[in-house]
């Protein structure tokens, strides 16, 4: 009962041991040094990485009595993460950029909230306006009237539309 066991133990579990440092403690210090840098570059990829993470935990949850019948799935998600956060092969950028984005982001209905954004200048109500416009030139007046409707729009509008103090 020597070394042998132990590299049997390990080699078992190796899953066990890689994945909380390929899936947590390299991603926590990579963010890190990303918050410190100046580049967005590293931060747009850890941010997406951390997105991702999110997603696999959520299907983790919400799947997990199936998941257990699967005993490759702890080694595939390994893999997987990985693969996402090994900057080399660039993974959680590519998943982002072809699934996740095309997903969520496109196909995005209300987009009242643009607001054109002027540098020094407070928001006036015809920003506001303008936003509108916008939003009724790309998805067409019966569009706006039915998200007009959704908001149920009451005497708060101020308040919905109100610029922080000191903005």
């Keep these: ?19 909380p440092v390929v899936t947590l403690v390299y991603p926590l210090y990579a963010s890190i040094k990303a918050i410190e840098t100046k580049s967005s570059t590293d ?11 999110s997603f696999i935990t959520l299907f983790e949850l919400t799947f997990a009595r199936v998941i257990e019948w699967f005993p490759i799935w702890s080694y595939a998600k390994l893999f997987f993460s990985c693969w996402l956060v090994l900057p080399y092969f660039n993974g959680a ?10 997903l969520l982001v496109n196909r995005q209905t209300v987009n009242i909230w643009y607001i ?13 306006l303008s936003a509108a416009k916008k939003y009724i030139e790309e998805n067409g007046p019966k569009a ?19 610029v922080p103090k000191g903005a």
């Design 1 to 19: 009962m020597g070394s042998g066991s132990f590299l049997k133990v390990v080699a078992k579990n190796f899953d066990v041991l890689a994945g």
């Design 43 to 53: 931060d747009q990829q850890w941010l997406t990485y951390w997105v991702l993470y």
């Design 93 to 102: 950028a590519y998943v982002y950029q072809h699934f996740v984005r095309p």
């Design 116 to 128: 054109p954004r002027k540098e020094d200048i407070i928001r006036k109500p015809e920003d506001i």
């Design 144 to 162: 706006f009237e039915t998200l007009i409707s959704k908001l149920q729009v009451t005497n708060d509008l101020e308040l919905l539309f109100a």
